[in-house]
């Protein structure tokens, strides 16, 4: 059975993805800038494989995230 829900037009609370974009972007991917595009697909890479490797050490503990 298929149920369609209708979300708000934009509702980051209702998106897991956004909790781990905001800890890239805000512990990651902080203060830097980019030379072009391919340096900013590897860094993004390179923070992906980083917060991967944190939650894989103990995936019980919960990561505090400032807001």
């Known amino acids: 059975m298929l149920t369609v829900q209708w979300l708000p037009k934009y509702a980051p609370e209702l998106n897991d993805i956004e909790v781990v974009w905001h800890d ?27 917060l991967n490797r944190e939650r894989s050490l103990d995936p019980l503990v919960k990561r505090r995230i400032s807001a």
């Open 24 to 50: 890239l972007k805000a512990h990651h991917l902080a203060h830097q800038t980019f030379a072009d595009t391919q340096a900013l697909d590897r860094a993004i890479h390179e923070a992906v494989t980083a």
